[in-house]
């Protein structure tokens, strides 16, 4: 069942999508070769703790950091180490959650450590653009077909996967509510998108094949073939006025 929110439930969700997004932006600033994943999340968890919030990741089925830290080929669920060390050229995909007040936020963003390829720019930037393409098609009467439809036409109109296993999903007082939002689909079909609907957009992009693995770890998602992955994130709200992104706190990142 779809739990839809009323407008002071999702007045509360943009608090914590506010810290959410702010910790995203700290671990950003912080990005720079040399540095360990370990620190990012340690960064991430401070500033959650410091708003009055809680990291939602951490212990969150068993998970042991308050974000998931994931390199190059490395999709999704990469756990934070002192032994990852970050280095030039890298890309790193760092992706947390707050709850504040019993609401729940969830981002990621994928970020250049230095120099990067032309193509690790231009994945990051696709991945990006896709879900901005994606948010478009979220308005009421929409369906959730068209948004993933929108998603994965960018995705390929440039050449690259969109990863179907792993998909975003409804949120609120959980992490993960129904529906699942998945980054490809069939234009007018799935449900119909109405006024309270709250849900994480999440596109994950390969530059090779959609195939991922999971490592043995019991975590860490990376692509099948070893090309890069990008992976973007927003919690999102649809009200009657129009759709609100909960988690970005500053345009264009
Ligand atoms: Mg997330
Ligand atoms: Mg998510």
């Known amino acids: 069942m779809i739990h839809l929110k009323n407008s002071a439930?999702?007045?509360?969700?943009?608090?914590?999508?506010?810290?959410?997004?702010?910790?995203?932006?700290?671990?950003?600033?912080?990005v720079r070769p040399g540095v360990?994943?370990?620190?990012?999340?340690?960064?991430?968890?401070?500033?959650?703790?410091?708003?009055?919030?809680?990291?939602?990741?951490?212990?969150?089925?068993?998970?042991?950091?308050?974000?998931?830290?994931?390199?190059?080929?490395?999709?999704?669920?990469?756990?934070?180490?002192?032994?990852?060390?970050?280095?030039?050229?890298?890309?790193?995909?760092?992706?947390?959650?707050?709850?504040?007040?019993?609401?729940?936020?969830?981002?990621?963003?994928?970020?250049?450590?230095?120099?990067?390829?032309?193509?690790?720019?231009?994945?990051?930037?696709?991945?990006?653009?896709?879900?901005?393409?994606?948010?478009e098609a979220v308005r009421i009467g929409n369906r959730l077909g068209d948004v993933g439809h929108a998603i994965d036409s960018v995705v390929t109109a440039n050449g690259f996967s969109t990863v179907k296993r792993y998909v975003g999903h409804g949120i609120g007082t959980d992490m993960h509510e129904p529906p699942d939002v998945p980054n490809y689909g069939t234009p007018g079909r799935g449900i119909r998108l109405c006024a309270g609907l709250t849900i994480a957009i999440e596109p994950m992009v390969n530059v090779g094949g959609e195939g991922v693995r999971e490592l043995p770890d019991g975590w860490t998602v990376k692509t099948s073939d070893g090309s890069l992955s990008a992976h973007y994130e927003n919690t999102v709200a649809l009200t009657s006025d129009g759709v609100i992104v909960l988690t970005e706190v500053e345009k264009g990142f």
């Not at 439930?9 to 912080?30: C, N, S, V, Y």
């Not at 729940?104 to 994945?123: F, H, M, W, Y």
């Open 36 to 135: 360990t994943t370990y620190e990012i999340d340690h960064i991430i968890r401070r500033y959650i703790e410091k708003c009055g919030a809680t990291p939602t990741f951490l212990g969150y089925g068993g998970f042991p950091a308050s974000a998931c830290v994931s390199i190059n080929d490395e999709v999704i669920h990469g756990i934070p180490s002192k032994n990852r060390i970050l280095k030039e050229g890298d890309i790193v995909k760092i992706d947390t959650g707050a709850t504040y007040r019993g609401y729940v936020g969830d981002s990621a963003r994928t970020i250049p450590v230095g120099k990067v390829s032309a193509q690790a720019e231009k994945l990051i930037q696709v991945t990006r653009d896709s879900f901005w393409k994606g948010l």
């Open 9 to 30: 439930q999702i007045t509360a969700m943009k608090d914590a999508g506010r810290i959410t997004g702010e910790a995203l932006l700290l671990a950003r600033d912080a």
